[in-house]
């Protein structure tokens, strides 16, 4: 059997999905800059715009803005157009409420510059390990 990289994190949420790498440089405002109905990214700066993270291992620095943000990532898996994952470098509260409240596995402490866009990847948030598939 095939030896997988990994990358160890810290475990926020509790969890393991699949899927592929949607990694945005900048922090995410979930409220503003996110559509919680279709998922797509509306943040006029960010270079992700129009972009869905529906369905991606969504992977950013760290959250900002209004502790609303914590709700609309829960409409967004209420919507079904939530990430199946989310990586930070560091959680921040609003972030990590969101992350339990919509049952997204969540791990941080994550260099992201080495989670390559459009990588496949498991997030095992149990263990905080992120691992090439």
Known sequence: MAAHFALKGRRIARGRARGVVLRSEQPISFLGEVNP???????????????????????????????????????????????????????????????IMAGLPMVDQVVLESLPQG?????????????FL
């Open 37 to 99: 109905q279709t998922g797509v990214i509306e943040a006029e700066d960010n270079p992700l715009r129009g972009r869905s993270i529906a369905g991606s291992v969504f992977a950013f620095p760290h959250g900002r803005g209004s502790t609303v943000g914590s709700y609309v990532i829960y409409r967004l898996k209420v919507n079904g157009v939530a990430p199946v994952a989310l990586i930070n470098a560091l959680a921040e509260p609003i972030v990590a409420t969101g992350a």
């Open 119 to 131: 990588a496949s990847v498991e997030v095992d948030a149990d263990v905080g390990v992120v691992t």
